[in-house]
């Protein structure tokens, strides 16, 4: 990745703050870090935790608003009244979070900023777990807006997803060792009380925290189960 100016999608979650720090391990030139505002109910966590990731990385961060988005969503997470909570995790629950066209738009929006800003490639967190229920993180898929690219921008835009053939304990194990601090991480669904007790707080019933939670206990580092939940 040596020769790579790269923006990146940063939710502040577990897939893209290790996806950051491995890139920037491997030579990568992280230009730039967005993070998106569509009205999901942590978008503030998600702010502040990609935030603080940009200021430990030294990644320039930005924020994008997509208010449009949040409103023709009918996904749960975008509906503010209830706790997000599933008990258990495959076709419906991704159903039930699924926005429509997420990942597509988002990484048009980055491939724009690369085009106009001369950097030539694109990093998400898209990993082998959710790629089985979530056609969005799925090779094929990064295959295929890598070669829309080819088209729609002048420089190319690479899309690299460097978690891709990992699963989720795996994630965890590749973050030990490039000594990624865990606590930066916002991997909740729900909005949360921020940074609290050294971590941001988890609500550890959502889709995306019953993952985090399955991945620790997989892992080579059990222990870490008491950082978030």
Known sequence: ??????????????????????????????????????????????????KEICRVYGVEHKVIKLPFLGEISSSALNKKEDNLEFATLGENSMKAVWVPNRNGLFLNIAAAYCDARGYNCVIFGANKEEAETFSDNSAEFTRKIEECFGYSTLKGVKVIAPLAE?????????????????????????????????????????ESCKRLKNAILKSRHKDLIKLFF
Do not use: P
Not at 174 to 201: E, I, M, P, T
């Open 166 to 206: 990992l699963v989720k304990e795996e994630i965890i194990n590749l973050a030990a060792d490039l000594n990624v601090d865990l606590r930066l991480l916002k991997s909740c669904y729900n909005s949360g009380d921020g940074f609290k007790n050294g971590a941001f707080s988890h609500c550890g019933v959502c």
């Open 1 to 50: 990745m040596n020769n790579y100016k790269a923006v990146i999608l940063l939710s502040g979650g577990l897939d893209s703050l290790v996806s950051l720090a491995y890139a920037k391990d491997k030579g990568c030139n992280i230009k730039l870090a967005l993070t998106f505002d569509y009205g999901q109910r942590a978008a503030d966590d998600e702010i502040s935790a990609a």
